[in-house]
């Protein structure tokens, strides 16, 4: 997934996705913050010499620091720091920067000397930093910082449009129940490796059952965290309804295929018609329902990519109407 698919593919997020494209925006060398952002062409600020791309990205990172401090330490600071991280993430995903550089790029605005208030930057976190399945956990982390906002969307009768909101919490909870169970359980989320992975996940945990699961004004009943509940079916959402959020994604011809087809990977036109419109099609649409393809949110996720800096590999899936997209 690339920055601009996760913007595309999750519009329910409404006033987060603005943030995103602040954080994107071109920085101004020439500003305010001229002297600050001239230290990442300076090689004695990381004593070595960055390449050019480590340049903008230190700039783009610094400026983003800059423009999100604030006195209070409050929710929406919160809010920013976490926008910042996704965003981050896809921006050192490809260059491969390495952690030490990005560690200091963040202590960067502390250094600076400023006889006014005293401000609170974004302190340090990396989703490329010992976190396991980072994009993956990227998921866990948006619900945990928009809980409230989630809770309040789903009051009263399911619209359409919510059906792409309740399918990505599903998301989470298999999410939730596959990464808790290996890293987390029996003492494990102490290690080194799995302590920043399990903080996301221990977080989900608290926040999902009393905003969601038993909050009597949401109109759906999502499951219990720990029932082992399949989730294979979502009341009041139809199957095409569940799937919009990534069918959008396709051609004309291919949109209306269930994720489903997924492993048929270069699926040629005249199968994505067949699907659609012929016995075949609703032969196999009717054996979905009946919980053959039972793994809504587990073939939900995508193209192997390669994950270094510490992160574990895993046995990604694919899917062929996201696209070379992430998790």
Known sequence: MDFSRLKYKYQFLGKILNLYDKLDQAVDENGQYQGV??????TTTFRTNLTEVEKVVCKRLLNNLLQLKNVNYDDD???????????LYFNIKKPMISNDIIKKIFELPNSI?????????CP??????????????MKLRIFNDNADTFQSMLKGPIKSYDCSLIRYIYKC???????????????????????NSCDIIGQFDKLYTPYISNNNKITHKFPELTSGTLINNIDGCSLEGIYSDETQLGTSITKGVSTAL???????????????????????????KKGIANNIGENELFYPTTENMNNSSDHTRYNVLYGPVGN
């Not at 600071?77 to 965003?87: A, H």
């Not at 000397?113 to 930057?121: D, F, K, S, V």
């Not at 340090?124 to 956990?137: A, C, G, M, Q, V």
């Open 173 to 195: 909870i298999l999410i939730y129940r596959d990464m808790n169970s290996r890293y987390c359980s029996s003492g494990k989320d102490t290690t080194d490796e799995n302590k």
């Open 262 to 288: 997924g492993a048929m990977v270069g699926i040629p036109p005249f199968l994505a018609l067949m699907y659609k419109f012929t016995r075949f099609g609703q032969f196999f649409r009717s054996r979905y």
């Open 37 to 42: 952002l001239n230290l990442c062409d300076k």
């Open 113 to 121: 000397e400023n006889e006014g208030p005293r401000y609170n930057y």
């Open 124 to 137: 340090y976190f990396s989703f490329n930093d010992k976190i396991h399945n980072p994009e993956k956990l």
């Open 77 to 87: 600071f919160i809010k920013g720091c976490s926008n910042l991280y996704v965003w």
